[in-house]
Nanobody, 126 residues
Framework: VQLAESGGGLAQVGGSLRLSCAAS????????VGWFRQAPGKEREGVSS????????YYEDSVKGRFTISTDNAKTTVYLQMNSLKPEDTAVYYC????????????????????WGQGTQVTVSS
């Protein structure tokens, strides 16, 4: 079971990036997938998650209306579309897979997730 993030890079303030999280050796069917980020000197924080059971999506308040999480039909890739980027979005972004349903109270809790990718750097410059 492996997760691999891609799509990070350098973006301007107000710009967009789309992150991808690809599953290897399994599919996301039966898993909830979350995106986390960690900025230098800060704790890892939950950004968004999506459940494979009912497609429920959750977002941290600071990204609501700007970020969108989605999955492909084959449930092998989860995306995080990031629009209207801000300097405070600069961080290493990680995807993680956990139990089949992780609800709105728990999606930010890193201990709910069992598998993690290596991360991809997102830098937003002004």
């Amino acid at each position: 079971v492996q997760l691999a993030e891609s799509g990070g890079g350098l973006a301007q303030v107000g710009g967009s990036l789309r992150l991808s999280c690809a599953a290897s050796g399994f599919t996301f069917d039966g898993y909830a997938v979350g995106w986390f980020r960690q900025a230098p000197g800060k704790e890892r924080e939950g950004v968004s998650s999506i459940s494979s059971i009912d497609g429920s999506t959750y977002y941290e308040d600071s990204v609501k209306g700007r970020f969108t999480i989605s999955t492909d039909n084959a449930k092998t890739t989860v995306y995080l579309q990031m629009n209207s980027l801000k300097p405070e979005d600069t961080a290493v972004y990680y995807c993680a897979a956990g139990g089949e349903w992780i609800g709105p109270l728990d999606f930010r809790n890193w201990s709910e997730y069992d598998y993690w990718g290596q991360g991809t750097q997102v830098t937003v410059s002004s």
